[in-house]
């Protein structure tokens, strides 16, 4: 997303994924996908590709300070690399101080007082963590599809064939060669949490993972003593899940405000910038 001095967006691209899970030293996974998106963003701004920016801020999920790959090389007098939950919290938040909950392929909880603290809470990835994403639900669905498979129990053979319907395979054990073998990605395998989350036959996996989620929001908000949370992420625009993660919060801390996101993560990224060029810039408008 581009903006001008005062807040007005002039454009915004799209490009592949820029996470280096995976990625060895040669890699330009990360350098690909920033350079596409700046691309993609001035093409629609009418700006030229030779464009120089006064600061880019660029958020990086699971990002912690290194470059494993190839760097960009962004024109720009200032460029800063940050975690994405920063940015998902400068949108959600507009720059206020609060707790932010993120659910989309993964998870994570994070808060930042008026005094500058931080908390982070979950975010550990897909393979220790993530608890209440959508990687998370689809997996422990399709656990137990596995699991009641092998049991002999058919309670599962409607929702196994409507699984196995979604990734266009003929079995549940197609699905999982294929996840082990890289042809579904994480990404893709999270798709499914959607149905999950509509199916009653699930509803203990899905309340599991919202109790958990909605568990570490007030954490963050006891440990930064803050009192307002925003839910955001792809998961949350299932209003049922939302509901789940809010009422697990009301119910623990009744004074908590939950409101939802005011802007997406990247609008956070680029009110970051604006505070980085110290821009008396809060609100964004087109």
């Given amino acids: 997303m581009i903006g001008d001095e005062r807040g007005r967006i002039l454009g915004r691209g799209a490009a592949g994924p820029c996470d280096e899970i995976g990625q060895t030293a040669t890699s330009t996974r990360l350098a690909d996908a920033l350079h596409g998106a700046l691309h993609d963003a001035c093409r629609n701004a009418g700006l030229s590709q030779g464009s120089e920016f006064e600061f880019i801020v660029a958020a990086i999920s699971g990002y912690e300070g290194r470059i494993y790959g190839a760097a960009p090389q ?62 998370w639900i689809a997996r422990e669905t399709l656990a137990a599809m596995m699991r009641a498979r092998d049991a002999g129990d058919a309670s599962f053979d409607r929702e196994g064939r409507a ?79 939302y509901d789940m993660v809010a009422n697990v919060i009301a119910g623990s ?13 990247v609008a956070g990224a680029l009110l970051l910038a604006y505070n980085e060029a110290a821009l008396p810039v809060s609100e964004l408008h087109a």
């Fill in 163 to 241: 699984i196995e319907e979604f990734f266009g395979m003929d079995s549940l054990r197609a699905i999982g060669r294929s996840f082990y073998s890289g042809e579904i990605s994480r990404q893709r395998l999270a798709g499914f949490a959607p149905a999950a989350i509509r199916s009653p036959r699930f509803e203990a996996i899905v309340r599991d993972g919202a109790g958990r989620l909605g568990t570490l929001a007030c954490r963050a908000l006891d440990t930064l003593a803050l009192d307002r949370v925003a839910l955001c992420g792809g998961l949350f625009q299932e209003r049922r899940y």
């Fill in 74 to 135: 962004l024109l720009s007098a200032n460029v800063v690399l940050v975690h994405d939950a920063l940015a998902a919290h400068a949108g959600a938040l507009a720059g206020a101080s609060g707790v932010i909950a993120i659910a989309g392929t993964g998870s994570v909880v994070y808060g930042r007082n008026e005094g500058g603290e931080e908390a982070t809470f979950g975010g550990w990835g897909y393979l220790f963590g993530d608890e209440g994403s959508g990687f």
């Fill in 253 to 265: 801390r009744s004074s908590t405000q939950i409101v939802p996101a005011k802007y997406e993560p």
